[in-house]
């Protein structure tokens, strides 16, 4: 898609891709304080712009993609069926990891989605080398490494963005700046809190993005992966987004106040943008809104049903997939 060629239609596909995410984690917050989902569970609500927006820009034949943690809408806009996502969740041999992995581990090489990794920074070192495969195979592909803003002061994403620059790499670098990191504002760790700077000592160009506008996002996406499908190297961009929830949900974000989330989420909720974009368009019609929250409903409700219904894997599963 071409920044800024948007139809109604491409609109309502935002707004449903969108709502989807947020529906999904919602769903999966309520079944893991059910105790369906185990373990440590980190919600995407607040940031559905970032990632519905890359989707856009994405090649699903060529892109590679790789995240962190906060993995589960990445999933989603690859493509995979969120039935799997929710079993993966759930720990069920159905899941996409065999119920091995969990929340913040998974991953689908026929999507090429490579995780899901919870080591802070550690999506940069392995994306860059991902980027390396699309070079070295010259198949005309993108590595889309997303972190967030906490690990822009790890050591490795710097060796990272140094190698990448050397070699020109085709990939793009996408800080996810919720500025809270796990739970310290950026003011209070950065000593530049411009983030899309970082690379500029490797000759990394960058930019900062409002992640909270969806048209915003593409518009930047189709800029960064047309100059580093071109041979130019990579392109760091720092989406300016904000998470609603804790950082997981057992943090309960005693770090900011209630007022500062709900001033966010009345003036620049990324999904009432898009309602109201289209509103300004063609005048809302909420026949046509209620058919999509209709339609991702009973996606959301799928998935958590496949989910509870599907089996827990054997313990044989535990010896298989190991590489020794």
Not at 18 to 40: D, P
Request: charged residues 25%; contains cysteine; neutral net charge.
């Amino acid at each position: 898609m071409k920044a800024q060629s948007y139809s109604v239609q491409d609109l309502f596909k935002f707004y449903g891709n969108m709502l989807l995410i947020r529906r999904f984690e919602e769903k999966c917050a309520q079944l893991y304080r059910k105790g369906v989902i185990g373990g440590f569970c980190h919600l995407y609500i607040g940031q559905e712009a970032v990632a519905a927006g890359m989707r856009e820009v994405t090649s699903p034949d060529n892109d590679s993609i790789i995240t962190t943690y906060r993995d589960h809408a990445h999933m989603l806009m690859c493509g995979i069926d969120p039935k799997v996502i929710m079993a993966e969740l759930a720990g069920k041999i159905t899941g996409c990891s065999k119920g091995k992995g969990g929340s913040m581990h998974m991953f689908s090489r026929q999507r090429r989605f490579y995780g899901g990794h919870g080591i802070v920074g550690a999506s940069s070192s392995i994306g860059t080398g991902v980027a390396f495969s699309h070079q070295y195979k010259k198949d005309d592909g993108v590595c889309f490494c997303y972190f967030g803003d906490g690990a822009t002061n790890q050591g490795q994403v710097y060796e990272s963005f140094n190698m990448a620059s050397m070699w020109k790499l085709p990939i793009v670098y996408i800080i996810e700046n919720n500025f809270y990191a796990m739970g310290t504002s950026v003011n209070r760790s950065h000593a530049n809190i411009d983030l899309y700077r970082r690379g500029e000592p490797f000759n990394v160009p960058g930019k900062a993005v409002d992640g909270m506008k969806i048209q915003e996002v593409i518009a930047a996406g189709c800029e960064a992966a047309s100059h580093a499908r071109s041979g130019k190297g990579p392109v760091i961009l720092e989406m300016r987004t904000y998470r609603y929830l804790g950082h997981s949900m057992s943090d309960p974000a005693t770090y900011r106040t209630k007022e500062e989330v709900e001033q966010v989420k009345s003036t620049r909720d990324p999904i009432e943008h898009v309602k109201n974009t289209i509103a300004k368009k063609q005048g809302l019609k909420e026949s046509e809104i209620k058919d999509i929250e209709s339609k991702v409903s009973n996606i959301v409700e799928g998935a958590a049903d496949f989910a509870l219904n599907s089996p827990t894997p054997q313990e044989k599963v535990l010896y298989e997939d190991v590489l020794i």
